[in-house]
């Protein structure tokens, strides 16, 4: 969400394994959500999104889950690969323009 | 295929010189935005535009200008760089709510301003 921090947290996993990136979100009234990888030098690049009318949303090896209770949403990406190695971050939108982007999780893969 | 690109990748300027980033995408898309985005400070807005020659200030817009003369470009303009002012920008692009239902935002590439 919108907490800002100066260390980015790291998850590091063996390739091949299942990755689970959690995102905290601020806004009680976001009903639009955004998962971006930002890979090294990059801009960041979209990889699903999900609406607050759904709990769960299934991409191409990517899942993400959405619990509007605890105002928390999560990336789960199957069978990591190196090429998935990037920081990711999530962003809500509270339905007008402005986007809260979280501060990011970089992900390590492990050969 | 929805393409955003930024005039440079790499810029570097001398503190009080009046800098140009320019930013256009190709899918007619209604909004822009321009962010900068610091280590462990995540993407913070500077300026959104939702139409040609419309803008709004962002969370961040001492020291910036922007320019939106057509849809498909926006310019953020430093009128006079400081070196606080050095940092990642990025420019982005999304339908607006009228034009469509989805209106995630592609980024462009960045352009890694160093102020001296």
């Known amino acids: 969400g919108e907490s800002v921090g100066l260390h980015l947290p790291t998850l590091s996993v063996q390739e091949g394994d299942n990755s689970i990136i959690n995102c905290a979100y601020s806004?009680?009234?976001?009903?639009?959500f955004i998962w971006y990888k930002q890979e090294s030098g990059k801009g960041p690049q979209f990889i699903i999104d999900i609406r607050s009318n759904m709990d769960k949303r299934q991409g191409q090896r990517v899942t993400v889950l959405l619990n509007k209770t605890v105002k928390h949403l999560s990336l789960q990406i199957a069978a990591t690969q190196p090429g998935d190695s990037a920081v990711y971050f999530c962003a809500e939108n509270p339905g007008t323009y402005k986007y809260i982007f979280g501060t990011g999780t970089r992900l390590k893969v492990l050969a | 295929d929805v393409k955003v690109t930024q005039s440079s990748r790499y810029l570097v300027k001398r503190t009080g010189e009046k800098v140009f980033l320019e930013c256009v995408q190709d899918m007619d898309h209604e909004n822009m935005f321009w962010y900068r985005q610091d280590p462990g400070l995540g993407l913070r807005l500077i300026y959104f535009s939702y139409d040609v020659k419309m803008k709004e200030k962002g969370d961040i817009p001492e020291g910036y200008s922007v320019s939106r003369e057509k849809k498909e470009r926006f310019s953020l303009i430093l009128e006079s760089a400081s070196t606080n002012q050095t940092s990642m920008y990025l420019c982005?692009?999304?339908?607006?709510?009228?034009?469509?239902?989805?209106?995630?935002?592609?980024f462009g590439p960045g352009t890694r301003l160093t102020v001296t």
């Open positions: 982005a692009s999304s339908l607006s709510p009228r034009q469509g239902p989805r209106y995630e935002q592609y």
């Open positions: 806004n009680s009234a976001s009903d639009y």
